[in-house]
Structure formats: structure tokens, C-alpha cells
T-cell receptor, first 111, second 115 residues
Framework: KQEVTQIPAALSVPEGENLVLNCSFT??????LQWFRQDPGKGLTSLLL?????REQTSGRLNASLDKSSGRSTLYIAASQPGDSATYLC??????????FGQGTTLQVKP | GAGVSQSPSNKVTEKGKDVELRCDPI?????LYWYRQSLGQGLEFLIY????????KSGLPSDRFSAERTGGSVSTLTIQRTQQEDSAVYLC?????????????FGPGTRLTVL
């Protein structure tokens, strides 16, 4: 049974700092991995999707890496801003494509 | 085009009442998923539609929960005889489900409160 874990559960950093969020999964036979952002009281916004054949994906200040063999993904946020404050979730598809989510990392970037 | 939309955005109901939650997926997306996000429970899968068929209902927590999809588009999640433990945010997602492209796009959710 696939399990997804995210650490840390919460993170508070000063503005401008570079940071790394971690995601691990128990079954390395994944099709892809998706990172999401969730603002309080809102739905999920897709940030990056990494296919199993890829090592990393970049979008602006965000860079996500994937190491299937070790069951790990990281989301790197460069030069963090207060607007980056949100909960970040990673997810991998199970059978039928249903997403299996980690518990999320709640990020606070202080001005 | 427009993203995934859900209605209502908020629903407050009394214990024992039935509720219907609606999801409008992105046009052309053949696959539709329902998830539930409960306080302290994280995001849980409920049901998956491919077209109008539901090949995976494994996440529905009880027989009080049902869902349907018509015309390969709009989906309705129905909860009968609501209980307080049904209080959660219900999220819908759609994806095109072509080979190599399974990115799921989520709606804003419906926050259900059962008093």
C-alpha cells in the first residue's frame, strides 16, 4: 500500500531564505508526482508535475526533483516571499489514478 | 477555458438532512475524482469516474454516500442522512487521462458543516 509522508509538518522562515520541502513515498513504482499549494479555505493549485522519467521540473522560483529509486521528492523554493505562505502537498497516483497525498507542510514566510 | 467549478462553496445543514454537492469539470476532461479533506485527516479519495462510469468507489465511507456523473461532464455527490463526522471540505478534480498526461486540476471545494 502506497504511503506518502511529508516533513517537516510546519516551517517558519524569514523572507528571502531558500528552503526545501521533503516528500517520501513507499512504493517507487509511480507514474508521476505532483506538488500542490493550498491557501487557507481554498482548493488545491497544481504547482509542478514530474513524470517518472524526469529528474526535475522548474517553474519560476520553484524546482521539484524526483528520485524514484529512493522514494523521494523535494520542492525547492528560492528567495521565499510572504506570498509563498501556504500549505504544500505532494501526491502520487495510485491505481485508477486516484491521488495519494502526504499530510502537507505548512509554510510561513515572515516579512 | 474555465477551471473546475464546484457548488455550493459553503453548505450548512442539520444532522439527518440530505445534501447534494456539484462539480463541473474542465471541458474535455474524461476523468473526474472526488476527495474529502477533514480537519486532521488530510485528503482522502472518495470516488473516480471515467466518463459516466465509476470503476472505483472504494473511498466512499458508507452507503450514505453516492455519486453520479451525466453526459461525461457534471458530477453530483450526494450524502444522505448527514452526520456530524461528514463535516469536511469536499474537493473535485478532473484530468484528461491521455497517456503521459494525468495532471489533476482541482476545484475550490465545498465546505460542508453538519450541525
Amino acid at each position: 500500500k502506497q504511503e506518502v509522508t511529508q516533513i517537516p509538518a510546519a516551517l517558519s522562515v524569514p523572507e528571502g531564505e531558500n528552503l526545501v520541502l521533503n516528500c517520501s513515498f513507499t512504493d517507487s513504482a509511480i507514474y508521476n508526482l505532483q506538488w500542490f499549494r493550498q491557501d487557507p479555505g481554498k482548493g488545491l493549485t497544481s504547482l509542478l508535475l514530474i513524470q517518472s522519467s524526469q529528474r526535475e521540473q522548474t517553474s519560476g522560483r520553484l524546482n521539484a526533483s524526483l528520485d524514484k529509486s529512493s522514494g523521494r521528492s523535494t520542492l525547492y523554493i528560492a528567495a521565499s516571499q510572504p506570498g509563498d505562505s501556504a500549505t504544500y502537498l505532494c501526491a502520487v497516483p495510485g491505481n485508477t489514478g486516484k491521488l495519494i497525498f502526504g499530510q502537507g507542510t505548512t509554510l510561513q514566510v515572515k516579512p | 477555458g474555465a477551471g473546475v467549478s464546484q457548488s455550493p462553496s459553503n453548505k450548512v445543514t442539520e444532522k439527518g438532512k440530505d445534501v447534494e454537492l456539484r462539480c463541473d469539470p474542465i471541458s474535455g476532461h474524461t476523468a473526474l475524482y472526488w476527495y474529502r479533506q477533514s480537519l486532521g485527516q488530510g485528503l482522502e479519495f472518495l470516488i473516480y469516474f471515467q466518463g459516466n462510469s465509476a470503476p472505483d468507489k472504494s473511498g466512499l465511507p458508507s452507503d450514505r454516500f453516492s455519486a453520479e456523473r451525466t453526459g461525461g461532464s457534471v458530477s453530483t455527490l450526494t450524502i444522505q442522512r448527514t452526520q456530524q463526522e461528514d463535516s469536511a471540505v469536499y474537493l473535485c478534480a478532473s484530468t484528461i487521462r491521455l497517456a503521459g498526461d494525468h495532471e489533476q486540476f482541482f476545484g475550490p471545494g465545498t465546505r460542508l458543516t453538519v450541525l
